[in-house]
């Protein structure tokens, strides 16, 4: 698919790239303890005994994050391991208050999957990949350290410690920074349909590590650094492009590159490296003693099947096959859960879908955009557009007047009935009021209705817009049309 | 009236509720024997209070007509379970000071049974020993004296080396301890009072400070059969907290206690007759096994043939999960913190972690560091798993001939305080016949059964078939019905 190349100064050079995505399992409390997994609270008002790791605290698996691990599997077409196991890292820091971390090494939850990535969903005729899923595994988050809240001391938060998090690894399937930021929308959209992540990544529940490293095109693969926590699909995207420059600029100069974890600074556009080799950690993972290996029966993974909603690839293709959707209004549509679903209850309250498919992407967008909302604050509700529509539908209001009784609508947050009746602004299809306007319009212009007779074929538009604008644009226009047409020829 | 403090913990229940005296009473007298008993260091803390309070409370249910299985019985709780509110050290310095603000499930189901609490018992630090040497809080002095007129000071023991002194020293009819490689089983042997570990499992870790987890268990040492199952039965219980519990109803142990052994066929490993053995060893396995074959058991010779691989895989496996357990004590958030002028955090854990632990328990975190690193986790670590699988084999297949296994407890009488301690080896030997057991998870107790040549307490175990701890207390029944072990520790202190 990606012919993209860093232009070195010896020549090309290929960028291969997988990813690391550290993703928050919603639930409500912590994969092995019961606090509470809620963003923003008080520093340390969500922490419980076994997250402190007081002496004799012991894990106990939270089901409901197991159950949302599989479902994401599940999502990705994966292999749901029906045996694993949990396996404790060890390591020492502030952040980290049993000294090991409990995740999943030797046997993961989940096994091989895909995700099916488009350089742009909107274009049908953009490329395609598919994109490999090494494993997703389950394991707790880490507590947050401040350092800048006092001048020696550094503060630890562990409302974060315990959370449960899926590390959802791909294969170096990606070459180029487009795919890698394709790939992100894609498991962010994808976990946001499941219900199993809420993909914010300015608050953190979805961080990426950036694995990057380049070859000449068809030489075996070339050491990797890896950039940890990048917190957006736009840093994602320059990270690598950014590392894989200066790999390049290495190589060229007759450098190794060593393997490595990087941090990305956003603001010098630079990715620096972590830790030194001396402090390299050898985490001594085995078998957490505390935990039984995790089985998963058949009704289990049965409720987690039929649990699934329409995922987004699917539903992309019901709008445009069974809806008979533009490929661009389905991507739109389908790239967010909650997009898709404003639409289906617009449907379910009666709105055809090309129309309403229409109205939602240009009129109802363009509005939110320009009142800087975004559509879960939207004025108008899928049943008043659904109404708005049925009302174009019948004849009641033209085009141009339903766009008026819109803005109306998002004014007033009335019923478009309401608006209609109080205002009376419906579309007059009478014929013999159109044609007395008419009438004057062409008597009050007899020199342009001269000009058009003689050819001036573009005037008629003229003569639409002054018997519209006579009728306060309440004329149908179709009628307008047909008799304007009668009466000039 | 009888020294109360001679009755065990049925004597003390049993006489409570028939009215013969009130808790009140027994708590006072216990106490008093603590305080006066503080040469022995079997207390770190001691909480007459606590008993007290309990025994109030006992005789207030009695005159309610609403006794608990434990009213009216005070005891010793090793410094391992988490007690809220009152100071719990694991015997080491990283913890002095301490104070839980929650219950471990096993002391708030025997408060809950309506025990009282005598005090926080010394143990080995982190439950690292088999002699009661090292605990920060100074040895444990075991009662008993050799009968060579020496006054040497002797061990009692370990890790339990608090809960057994004072058990033998009649400071407390029972005590709590737990058991990883034997120390319940060992101590109990050397000052001549029985001590249970049950299958793994049976009794919930929820908030014992945790050494190797897949083996630690905990467990009541007290003086006869039948008050360790009054005891384990309060201890024992399903607990959601804890997910290596099991979800198993308590059998009733002391309604069925019975030393009849008549279609039970006690094992003999032959393995356990190891080299060197002491000669009166040796033969108090053989009065054993007449009394097995007087109470109606059939003898049978049985092999078990990994039984040498025992003691080092369990160096291996025990070490490694504890550096693990071991490294939440850090000095951030608890415990001792050792802060040097400008220090950076990982001045602070070094600091804090030097000072905190003492020698035995740094030692075991390097040899567990050590089997878990690159290079070495196959040759170490995953070939002693692959040798605990073997063991526990080794016992499947031997109940195929047998019902329970009788062998001696320990290789030696009680040593001398300082004899073992500059040889950390030859201390692990302590625990040859008890760590296979433990590796396995299988209920194992020890009872008294004799004296050496210097009057000295020597114990037999009995290992059962996974969830038999009926098994093993009857077969330890049968023992104690036919030992007559009546020795007491002469008092010196």
Redesign the interface.
């Known amino acids: 698919m990606s012919e993209y190349r860093i232009q070195g100064a010896t020549g090309e050079w290929e960028v291969v790239i997988g990813l690391e995505v550290h993703a928050q399992i919603t639930s409500n409390a912590k994969l092995f303890s019961g606090a509470a997994t809620t963003f923003g609270a008080e520093p340390n008002s969500q922490v419980s005994?076994v997250d402190?790791?007081?002496?004799?605290?012991?894990?106990?698996?939270n089901a409901e994050c197991v159950r949302q691990a599989v479902r994401t599997g599940m999502a990705i077409n994966a292999q749901i391991n029906r045996w694993s196991r949990f396996d404790?890292k060890?390591y020492?820091?502030?952040d980290l208050?049993?000294?090991?971390q409990i995740s999943q090494l030797y046997h993961p939850i989940v096994g091989e999957g895909e995700i099916a990535i488009s350089l742009d969903e909107k274009d049908a005729d953009a490329a395609t990949k598919v994109i490999g899923v090494e494993r997703i595994h389950i394991e707790q988050d880490a507590g947050k350290l401040m350092h800048d809240q006092h001048p020696t001391m550094?503060y630890?938060d562990l409302n974060r410690c315990g959370v449960a998090l899926m590390e959802i690894v791909s294969k170096p399937d990606m070459r180029s920074p487009a795919e890698a930021g394709a790939y992100v929308k894609k498991l962010r959209s994808i976990l946001r349909y499941v219900g199993s992540c809420d993909g914010n990544m300015e608050e953190g529940s979805m961080r990426a590590d950036v694995n990057v490293s380049v070859r000449r095109p068809g030489e075996e693969l070339g050491t990797r650094t890896e950039t940890k926590n990048v917190n957006s699909v736009r840093f994602v995207m320059q990270t690598i492009e950014i590392e894989a420059s200066r790999q390049v600029d290495v190589l060229e100069a007759g450098g190794k590159i060593v393997q490595e974890t990087r941090l990305f600074d956003a603001d010098k556009g630079e990715t620096r490296s972590m830790r030194s080799k001396e402090d390299a950690h050898?985490y001594?993972?085995?078998p957490d003693?505390?935990?039984?290996p995790l089985e998963l029966s058949d009704a289990f993974m049965a409720d987690c099947k039929a649990s699934l909603p329409e995922l987004p690839d699917a539903k992309r293709a019901r709008y445009q096959g069974d809806l008979g959707l533009s490929a661009y209004n389905a991507a739109v549509l389908t790239a967010e859960v909650d997009t898709a679903r404003w639409f289906e209850a617009l449907l379910e309250e009666g709105a055809a879908p090309k129309a309403g498919a229409n109205w939602l992407t240009s009129d109802l967008f363009g509005a939110l955009n320009r009142l800087g909302k975004d559509l879960s604050e939207s004025p108008v509700s899928p049943k008043q557009g659904a109404a708005l529509l049925a009302l174009v539908a019948d004849g009641t209001l033209s085009g141009s007047l339903s766009k008026q009784v819109f803005e109306i609508m998002l004014e007033t947050g009335d019923d478009p009935a309401k608006i209609v009746e109080e205002r009376g602004m419906k579309q007059t299809s009478d014929t013999g009021a159109i044609e007395a306007v008419i009438a004057d319009v062409l008597s009050a212009n007899a020199d342009k209705v001269a000009q058009y007779k003689d050819g001036k074929e573009a005037l008629f538009g003229f003569f639409v817009g002054q018997t519209m604008k006579a009728m306060a644009g309440k004329a149908n226009p179709g009628v307008v049309n047909e008799l304007l047409k009668k009466a000039l020829a | 009236m009888t020294d109360l403090t001679n009755l065990t913990v049925a004597g003390i229940r049993d006489g409570f509720r028939a009215g013969d005296f009130s808790a009140r009473e027994v708590a006072d007298a216990f106490n008093a024997n603590v305080a006066a008993a503080k040469v022995l260091n079997a207390f770190i803390v001691e909480t007459p209070d606590h008993a007290v309070a309990a025994a109030d409370a006992a005789d207030r249910d009695r005159s309610e007509g609403n006794v608990k299985p434990l009213s009216g019985v005070p005891i010793g709780m090793k410094d391992l379970f988490c007690t809220q509110g009152v100071q719990t050290t694991a015997g080491s310095h990283i913890l002095e000071g301490f104070t839980p603000q929650y219950e471990s499930t096993v002391s708030a189901k025997l408060w809950a049974a309506g025990a009282g609490m005598l005090g926080k018992l010394n143990m080995d630090q982190f439950a690292m020993g088999s002699s009661n040497e090292t605990s920060f809080f100074g040895n444990v002095i075991s009662p008993w004296r050799r009968s060579d007129g020496g006054n040497a000071a002797l061990a009692p023991g370990g890790s339990s080396g608090g809960s057994a002194s004072a058990i033998a020293a009649r400071l407390c009819p029972a005590a709590t301890g737990t058991d990883t490689g034997g120390s319940i089983r060992q101590p109990a042997a050397f000052v001549g009072i029985s001590g249970i570990k049950p299958t793994y499992g049976r009794c919930s870790r929820w908030g014992v400070v945790a050494f190797a987890s897949s083996l630690d268990q905990a467990g009541p040492m007290a003086h006869d059969v039948r008050d360790c199952a009054i005891m384990l039965e309060a201890m024992a219980g399903f607990d959601p907290k804890d997910s290596t519990s099991l979800e198993l109803a308590v059998p009733n142990w002391e309604v069925a206690l019975s030393g009849d052994l008549r279609g039970k066929r006690i094992g003999i490993p032959k393995e356990y007759r190891v080299d060197n053995m002491p000669a009166e060893i040796d033969a108090l396995w053989e009065k054993g096994i007449a009394w097995m074959k007087d109470a109606g058991a059939e003898i049978v010779e049985v092999s078990l043939p990994h039984t040498k691989y025992a003691l080092p895989a369990y160096y291996i496996i025990a070490p490694a999960e504890a550096s693990s357990n071991l490294a939440r004590y850090d000095g951030v958030r608890y415990g001792l913190r050792d802060l040097p002028d400008g220090a950076g955090l990982q001045d602070m854990y070094a600091a804090t972690r030097a000072a905190g632990f003492g020698p035995e328990v740094k030692r075991r975190i390097l040899i567990g560091t050590y089997v878990l690193s690159a290079g070495f986790y196959d040759a170490y670590y995953t070939q002693a798993q692959k040798v605990r699988t073997l063991i526990s084999q080794d016992f499947d297949r031997a109940w195929e001939k047998c019902d329970l296994l009788l062998t001696p407890t320990a290789p030696s009488a009680a040593f001398a305080l300082g004899e073992k301690s500059d040889d950390p080896l030859a201390m692990y030997l302590n625990d040859v016949f008890t760590v296979p057991s433990s590796l396995a998870g299988l209920p194992a107790m020890s009872v008294p059964a004799g004296l050496d040549g210097q009057g000295l307490p020597l114990g037999l175990q009995i290992i059962g078939k996974a969830l038999d701890e009926q098994g093993v207390l009857n077969a330890g029944l049968a023992i104690e019905e036919r030992a007559g072990f009546t020795a007491r520790a002469e008092k010196w202190w």
């Open positions: 005994l402190a790791a007081m002496p004799g605290m012991l894990p106990v698996l404790r060890n020492f820091y502030a208050p049993q000294g090991y550094s630890v050898d001594r993972y085995f003693p505390d935990l039984l």
